[in-house]
């Protein structure tokens, strides 16, 4: 491994395999881009001139893969504080990751908090970890009042309330008209490498929707299961039905 250095401006440690002699041409856009992100995660908020000086990276090259991370909701971008600015002219943007972005990298706890859970198991049992699950997403829907009236435009607005406080805990949750219903899709889930071999989490979330809309709804997919998002469909015109009986649906889209 080489010796770490300082690259000039940034305070980064880089080691002597960021001064390899293979063409940036020849790198992975994927690898390129996972490159910028742990450069935000590390040194953010951070230039993009200062990405490209530590990556060898041409100004223009760093500033589209910050441009997509940004259009992706992954990265933000701030003026720099007067005190930061060297020279004169407008002050350099500096970019940082958000919530979202933080959301989409590894999770290095994953491990413990299986771990944790299965322990929880073998003292409480089944249920210990069912009432864990549900004290989870009650905090995520912490001051969220369950839908006044059973109409459609009601049940639409607790959806989005619903998905406004899912976003918030790093779920990057979306609304969408589907025929007669409204369907929430979760396209990030920080907890999903746990989430399959504790479904419980799952499950935890889907009550939690019908206590708060009062009606029944349908898990179509769930990214532990592999899908690409945690599609939740909400039925429109039945909503002024009370919940049926609840079913573990939380399985795979058939589509």
């Given at each position: 491994?080489?010796?770490?250095?300082?690259?000039?401006?940034?305070?980064?440690?880089?080691?002597?395999?960021?001064?390899?002699?293979?063409?940036?041409?020849?790198?992975?856009?994927?690898?390129?881009?996972?490159?910028?992100?742990?450069?935000?995660?590390?040194?953010?908020?951070?230039?993009?001139?200062?990405?490209?000086?530590?990556?060898?990276?041409?100004?223009?090259?760093?500033?589209?893969?910050?441009?997509?991370?940004?259009?992706?909701?992954?990265?933000?971008?701030?003026?720099?504080?007067?005190?930061?600015?060297?020279?004169?002219?407008?002050?350099?943007?500096?970019?940082?990751?958000?919530?979202?972005?933080?959301?989409?990298?590894?999770?290095?706890?994953?491990?413990?908090?299986?771990?944790?859970?299965?322990?929880?198991?073998?003292?409480?049992?089944?249920?210990?970890?069912?009432?864990?699950?549900?004290?989870?997403?009650?905090?995520?829907?912490?001051?969220?009042?369950?839908?006044?009236?059973?109409?459609?435009?009601?049940?639409?607005?607790?959806?989005?309330?619903?998905?406004?406080?899912?976003?918030?805990?790093?779920?990057?949750?979306?609304?969408?008209q589907v025929?007669?219903?409204?369907?929430?899709?979760?396209?990030h889930c920080?907890?999903?490498?746990?989430?399959?071999?504790?479904?419980?989490?799952?499950?935890?979330?889907?009550?939690?929707?019908?206590?708060?809309?009062?009606?029944?709804?349908?898990?179509?997919?769930?990214?532990?299961?592999?899908?690409?998002?945690?599609?939740?469909?909400?039925?429109?015109?039945?909503?002024?039905?009370?919940?049926?009986?609840?079913?573990?649906?939380?399985?795979?889209?058939?589509?």
């Amino acid at each position: 491994m080489g010796l770490r250095t300082d690259v000039e401006g940034t305070g980064r440690k880089t080691t002597g395999a960021r001064t390899s002699a293979v063409p940036v041409a020849t790198v992975h856009e994927g690898q390129t881009r996972a490159a910028i992100v742990q450069l935000l995660l590390e040194d953010g908020p951070i230039t993009a001139t200062a990405i490209g000086t530590a990556l060898g990276l041409a100004p223009a090259g760093v500033r589209r893969h910050l441009d997509a991370l940004i259009d992706a909701g992954q990265a933000r971008a701030s003026r720099s504080a007067p005190w930061q600015q060297k020279g004169r002219g407008r002050p350099a943007k500096q970019y940082q990751l958000t919530a979202a972005g933080r959301g989409n990298l590894g999770h290095a706890y994953d491990d413990l908090a299986g771990a944790a859970i299965r322990q929880l198991g073998e003292i409480g049992g089944d249920a210990a970890i069912a009432d864990f699950a549900r004290k989870r997403v009650n905090v995520i829907v912490d001051g969220i009042e369950p839908v006044a009236e059973h109409t459609a435009p009601q049940i639409e607005a607790k959806v989005e309330e619903i998905a406004e406080a899912f976003t918030d805990a790093g779920f990057a949750a979306t609304t969408r008209q589907v025929g007669t219903g409204v369907q929430i899709c979760q396209h990030h889930c920080p907890v999903a490498h746990v989430a399959e071999e504790f479904p419980q989490l799952c499950d935890a979330e889907l009550d939690a929707f019908r206590d708060l809309l009062g009606t029944h709804v349908q898990r179509l997919a769930t990214i532990a299961n592999g899908d690409c998002a945690c599609t939740t469909h909400v039925p429109l015109i039945t909503a002024a039905q009370p919940a049926a009986g609840r079913t573990n649906d939380s399985g795979r889209s058939a589509e």
